[in-house]
């Protein structure tokens, strides 16, 4: 229901659209890594040395939605006294960034109007400066595998050498996010690594045992409830969620993608749900050319699908590695 109280099928169709590619599903495993993260900010202040978090995963499992909506949920705000204040706020790394670059992306995460300006080392004291000012608890540096330069395979240690300055100096926990790379990163800094004393990973939905079966049957099911049609469409039935599961291989970002192409395709069509027909077409053009599997697993008949690799729990990471999902998030 919209606010006021017209059910979300009865709004114009652009509103739908919109309405459809904005849902976000807090799966157990996610609520669990939010906890993590709450736990490190609440480090700020207290320890001498703050915790810090390592979150890592393939491409398209939803590490950056995540840390976007934590941010969502503790956002800068003004003070009673006027001042704003920035509790949480997140940046990025680039390959083959410079220190002074790395601090450019972390004042601009701060929306410091003047983030290019100046020296490496004015800079940094200016970020310092800016996060104090700014009663900052949490940093949240994305992208952090990109630190591992892809032609040299050298880590970039100046920035990994800053970043701990900065945990050093300012005493605020640090979120590092990136795929399993930053794993190897983080391993190859082993100063910066002594900070990070735990890690969680953002897996892959799996069908391959009945705990993550019954996960990702629900977080299907919660899809379905969230979007804008009349009646279900009924993902997590029999069948249908081991088709979902071959066409995105696991991964948030497949399913959203596909569903986000049937949404369209339903709702040209005057549908009251999304169809086979429309996953068939949503698969065609969201996912059919980043994958190694056999054909189209909405049209394919379930005993046949049941004996593709991707099905299968001791060849499934076969597909996924020579998958080009597994290098660019859908
Ligand atoms: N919990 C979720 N519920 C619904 N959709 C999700 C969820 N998590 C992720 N998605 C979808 O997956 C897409 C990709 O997610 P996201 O960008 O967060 O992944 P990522 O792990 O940061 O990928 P990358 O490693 O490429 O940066 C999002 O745009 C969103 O559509
Ligand atoms: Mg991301």
């Not at 999304?274 to 599997?293: N, R, S, V």
Request: hydrophobic fraction near 35%; include cysteine; proline fraction near 4%.
């Amino acid at each position: 229901m919209t606010d006021n109280s017209k059910p979300t099928y009865e709004l114009d169709d652009h509103s739908r659209r919109k309405l459809a590619n904005n849902i976000y599903i807090q799966s157990p495993h996610l609520t669990g890594a939010l906890k993590r993260i709450e736990h490190c900010r609440s480090s700020y202040g207290v320890k001498t040395e703050p915790d810090c978090i390592l979150v890592y995963g393939d491409r398209g499992t939803g590490k950056t939605s995540l840390l976007k909506r934590y941010i969502e949920n503790n956002d800068r705000h003004v003070l009673d006294d006027g001042n704003m204040v920035v509790p949480v706020f997140d940046c990025e790394v680039h390959a083959a960034s410079s220190v002074s670059q790395f601090y450019t992306s972390v004042l601009r995460g701060l929306r410091d109007p003047f983030a290019y300006k100046g020296q490496t080392v004015s800079k940094g004291e200016r970020l310092h400066q800016l996060l104090v000012k700014m009663r900052t608890q949490l940093i949240i540096i994305d992208e952090f595998h990109e630190l591992l330069d892809g032609q040299n395979k050298k880590v970039m240690t100046n920035v990994a050498s800053a970043i701990k300055t900065l945990i050093n100096q300012t005493k605020i926990p640090v979120v590092l996010a990136g795929t399993t790379t930053a794993k190897f990163v983080l391993d190859g800094n082993p100063e910066l690594r002594r900070r990070f004393k735990t890690s969680v990973q953002l897996p892959r939905f799996s069908i391959f045992n009945e705990d993550e079966k019954n996960t990702f049957r629900k977080f299907l099911a919660e899809y379905d409830k969230a979007l804008p049609f009349k009646n279900r469409s009924n993902f997590a039935v029999n069948e249908m969620y081991e088709r979902f599961f071959a066409a995105s291989m696991g991964l948030p970002s497949g399913i959203s993608s596909l569903i986000s192409d049937a949404v369209d395709y339903a709702i040209s069509d005057g549908s009251d749900c999304i169809k086979i027909e429309h996953l068939i077409q949503g698969y065609e053009i969201a996912l059919e050319d980043q994958t190694e599997i056999p054909g189209n697993p909405f049209i394919v008949n379930i005993s046949s699908l049941r004996n593709w690799d991707v099905m299968h729990p001791e060849k499934h990471k076969d597909v996924f590695n020579s998958s080009s999902l597994r290098s660019h998030a859908f």
